[in-house]
């Protein structure tokens, strides 16, 4: 029997050495390009006091997103749910850490990721309804996942 892999979130000190002392992979939430890089590179050093070692691929960020406008129904309804839990919301600031915009500003910010050691994305679609989660999946699949690896496809 495999061990079941274990994924550990948080940016803090302490998830930093949970991450080092028990984890398999690292997975942030609502963290911009520069917290996540910054959450690795702690994981990184309390990896050399645990003596483990994580896999350089097991590092990621769970992102919302939205291929078009922040002012877009389904990105309002989001930023109005997570009001007073995300502090640059507060501002009225949507941050680095949504995906919002074209297929070629997506794809700039997943390359920022990228550049800070992140290499696994959840995308999280924000979406009206089921329609528009089959949608705005579509446009990530055609528009932005050519554009960030060399992907083949086939007809399913």
Known sequence: A?????W?????EAASRRTALLGDGWLGGLSNPSSAGEAVLRIKVALTE?????????YGVSLPFRIGRPDDPAVVA???RLQGRVKSLDSGVLPESFAIGTPAEITALL???VEAGISK????PMVDDARDMLDQTALLAAEILPRIEDRQTSAV
Not at 2 to 6: N, V, W
Not at 121 to 124: D, E, K
């Open 121 to 124: 994305f959840v995308m999280l």
């Open 2 to 6: 495999k061990p079941i892999p274990l």
């Open 8 to 12: 550990v979130g948080g940016e803090s």
């Open 111 to 113: 390359h920022r990721y």
């Open 50 to 58: 645990t003596g483990r070692v994580i896999d350089p691929d097991h």
């Open 78 to 80: 989001v930023r109005n």
